[in-house]
């Protein structure tokens, strides 16, 4: 349904020195910066997928959503609607009304106004039939709780209810995709879960595509079943969530205190070096193991055995942890 | 069917009018301080008059100098405080662009829909009561004239006219924004080039000759000086046809021109990436 074919997006702004001089000297000069905000990124979306598109600050999530919902057109590459661009000025009109958007930090709802007047105003401008717009205004008040808060000022609305409600606003009009921007940013948690909960109800009941950038690894984990990677502007990873942790194997990470010390090369020998062992910062000595090569009973009894331990903590390989590895190794 | 292309807007124009409304006692602050510049003006006016000896100056009276002046003031009130110029400001600073820009929407006729609600919302609630007041005033104490009915039908057509010729003005400027973060401060050095230009502070009459013909050309007269004198009754209906023909025109030309520059603004939000 939704087709990116070698998205490419770059940035010119003028060079511009530092400092009073250098900023006369811009006015002057014709030197421009170039950056490549995307670089020749391809996926495809299917109806009703849930897709998570996460990537560092500044990889280009934003940009992408932008020329995906036709605010931005792409330097070269193409998005495909159905077979339409949405920032063709032709296609747009007609595509505008099957998208709906969510930037998290921004509001789309009337500041000063009723929340009511602002869904009202959206009605008037998709050109809904009023029994539609009851019937879609009721099911979503069920799905999000608005109606406490139909009648309040959209500015004396708490961060949660205010997202409640743009979400709704994005959905009045039943678009066919639905774009979320870190939608559940600075939320706390009970709030995020019933945003998480409302978006995959919307999902299994309308069908409803949704692309959603974040943050937050568990938004991801509990709503998407792909997942996008990007990182400057490149694709880095495009699969399932499943697959990505099969390929990062189940990693455990054993914490051990002791005052003793663990000969790490003899202790590597020892495990077929099947274990990785590191002294961190904190005076803890990490050992990491693939849970599927080694059992954890072993690792445990060589540590007790080799070590007086006076602490001890396990985790497990979550998708944060993977990201971040991601992240910081620009591959996967 | 083609359903009615105005509907889409008609909320736009809803909700600034009841913005206005629910902040009529912010706005209040500023009409208070708007009637006494006239006020103050009026007393110039008045020694400046006298001076004189009495007469009249450049064709006013004393009582048609002040009546000028107050109904000017009140002509800005409503069609002057449109609010174009600013939400495009704050769309630019807070990157509320982006959203407007994902609505089967026209940006452009979006921002005058606005804008048009809170000059309405202006002209019910402050410019109405204070128009009555200073009729009263200028016909029991400077003995005046009441305004002809038909003054008053074309004097509301050229209000319009106006709203919408400052309303592309704004709209244009506003693209400024882009590359400056000193919008107020060219928000108010506008509206005082504006104003003077318009005929709102002195006359067109007491302008040089060459300036005067010059002026009533260009569009600034639609926004002060043809209403002005439309109400105070000092242009045939010839003159009238002309100015509003030329309201007309200057309206449409600029609506034009901010259409251009709204296609324009859309590929910078595009190379500043929104």
Known sequence: MIEVKHLKKDFSRPYREPGFLGGIKTLFTR??????????????????????????????????????????TPTSGQVLFDGKEPYSSKDRKNLLSDIGVVFGQRTQLWWDLPLRDSFDLYRDIYDIDKEE??????????????SPI????????????????????????????????????????LVKEKITEA?????????????????????????????????????????????????????????????????????????????????????????????????????????????????????????????????????? | MRRNPFRKYRGFLKGSFLNV??????????????????????????????????????????????????????????????????????????????????????????????SLGSNIGNFVIFFLPLIIIAYL????????????????????????????VLDSFDFIIAQLGFITNSMFGIYLIKGSIFSFLAGSIIPYAYFPAWAQSFLSYLPFASLGSTPVNILLGRLSLAQVGISLALSVAWAIALYAFSLYANKKMIRHVISVGG
């Open chain 1, 31 to 72: 030197k421009k910066i170039v950056t490549k905000a995307v670089d020749d990124i391809s996926f495809s979306i299917g109806e009703g997928e849930i897709v998570g598109y996460i990537g560092a600050n500044g990889a280009g999530k934003s940009t992408t959503i932008k020329m995906m919902t036709g605010i931005l």
């Open chain 2, 21 to 114: 409304i629910a902040f009529r006692n912010e706005i209040i602050g500023w009409v208070v301080q708007d009637i006494l510049t006239v006020i103050i003006m009026v007393f110039m006016w008045f020694s400046i008059f006298k001076e004189n000896g009495g007469q009249t100056i450049n064709g006013f009276t004393y009582p048609q100098m002040s009546a000028y002046l107050i109904i000017a003031s009140l002509t800005a009130n409503w069609t002057v405080n449109g609010s174009t110029f600013m939400d495009i400001n704050d769309d630019i600073a807070n990157g509320t662009i982006a959203t407007s820009l994902t609505r089967p929407i026209s940006y452009r006729a979006k921002n005058f829909f606005t």
């Open chain 1, 133 to 146: 717009y009851e019937t879609r205004l009721a099911y979503l008040d069920s799905v999000l709780g608005l």
């Open chain 2, 137 to 164: 005033v200028l016909i029991f104490g400077f003995k005046l004239p009441a305004p002809e009915p038909l003054n008053i039908l074309f004097y509301l057509v050229s209000g319009f006219l106006a709203i919408a």
């Open chain 1, 199 to 332: 978006i995959k109800k919307i999902n299994k009941d309308y069908g409803t595509t949704i692309m959603l950038t974040t943050h937050d690894m568990k938004d991801i984990q509990n709503l998407a079943q792909r997942l996008i990677i990007i990182d400057e502007g490149h694709l880095l990873y495009d699969g399932t969530l499943k697959d990505i942790k099969k390929r990062f194997g189940d990693i455990r990470h054993v914490y051990a205190l002791s005052s003793d010390k663990l000969d790490i090369e003899q202790s590597k020998k020892d495990l077929q070096g099947k274990v990785d062992f590191q002294m961190l910062d904190d005076g803890y000595l990490e050992a990491s193991y693939d849970a599927d090569a080694i059992e954890t009973k072993i690792v445990l009894n060589f540590l007790l055995a080799h070590l007086d331990i006076k602490d001890l903590k396990i985790d497990e390989t979550t998708l944060s942890s993977i990201v971040r590895k991601i992240y910081a190794t620009k591959s996967v």
């Open chain 1, 150 to 189: 139909m009648l309040s000022q959209v500015r004396t609305l708490s961060l949660g209810q205010r997202m409640r409600a743009d979400l709704a606003a994005s959905l009045i009009h039943n678009p066919k995709v639905l774009f979320l921007d870190e939608p559940t940013i600075g939320l706390d948690v």
